[in-house]
């Protein structure tokens, strides 16, 4: 069994999300652990990078705020964090990237660097499915699992993408970017069911999680839920000093999962 599926244990697994080098690394570094303290069973972490396509507004804004330190935030610089902060917690870290960033940096170099630095997963929202083929062998090669998205579309393509995937598949609500309010029409609860009927795959339901009412709604229907700009949002409100906020917020929503 792997480090991810054992984060969906014999629970609902919280998994929060924060963008690298906001406001600094060595913030990031606290608020990772701060996030694991809280209750989160997995924490994914975001690459910046100057075209997030998948990303609304408050994600794309910490993006710029990485970018824009002194210094900037690389790659490397990330990694390095990693490193450091995956041998402070125990659960299971997960980048959030895109294509281009990892094929720049090259693919045997990249997956051999989430190895040495304790990353378990890989999620590339802009890599099709049909041409994950050109990562996935090097990918297992390091022990790095693809983890799958899977948006509303044909109940076949669904099926398709779910008997494929490893870690945990990252259902999308909605065909909206990240941080989008509102109902979702999408029957989630339809998609979720095609997914369980071909994969024991874990399931988690991210991009809208981010209150309490649909912590516990959609934390009902999967085996885990994805916050991504609530966390951001306190971030970018508290900045250096929003490490007890994350903990507060992390906590309560984790508790709701487990009631």
Do not use: W
């Not at 995956?86 to 281009?100: A, C, D």
């Not at 990249?110 to 990562?135: H, K, W, Y």
């Amino acid at each position: 069994m792997s480090k991810i599926n054992e984060a969906f244990q014999n629970k609902k697994a919280f998994i929060g999300f924060l963008t690298a080098g906001d406001p600094t690394l060595e913030k990031t570094e606290e608020f990772i652990i701060e996030m694991e303290k809280a209750g989160a069973a997995l924490i994914q972490i975001g690459i910046p990078f100057s075209d997030p396509i998948a990303e609304g507004p408050v994600i794309q804004d910490a993006n710029v705020r990485a970018l824009s330190v002194p210094g900037g935030c690389t790659t490397d610089m990330v990694f390095d964090m990693v490193k450091r902060v995956s041998k402070k917690v125990s659960v299971p870290l997960v980048f959030f990237t895109y294509l281009n960033p990892v094929y720049k940096y090259g693919y045997e170099k990249f997956c051999a660097r989430c190895n040495e630095t304790g990353i378990s997963g890989l999620i590339i929202p802009d890599m099709p499915f049909e041409e994950r083929v050109e990562l996935t062998p090097t990918a297992e090669k390091y022990n790095v699992e693809l983890i799958s998205l899977i948006a509303p579309t044909s109940e076949d393509r669904v099926q398709m993408i779910a008997k494929e995937a490893k870690g945990y598949i990252y259902v999308v609500p909605s065909m909206d970017i990240t941080g989008a309010s509102g109902e979702k029409t999408t029957d989630i609860e339809k998609v979720v069911e095609n997914i369980k009927k071909v994969t024991d795959t874990p399931v988690a339901i991210g991009f809208g999680a981010n209150d309490f009412e649909q912590a516990a709604k959609y934390s009902r229907l999967a085996d885990g839920i994805i916050v991504a700009s609530a966390i951001v949002k306190i971030i970018a409100e508290h900045g250096n000093n929003a490490g007890k906020y994350v903990y507060e917020y992390v906590k309560s929503m984790a508790r709701g999962m487990e009631n």
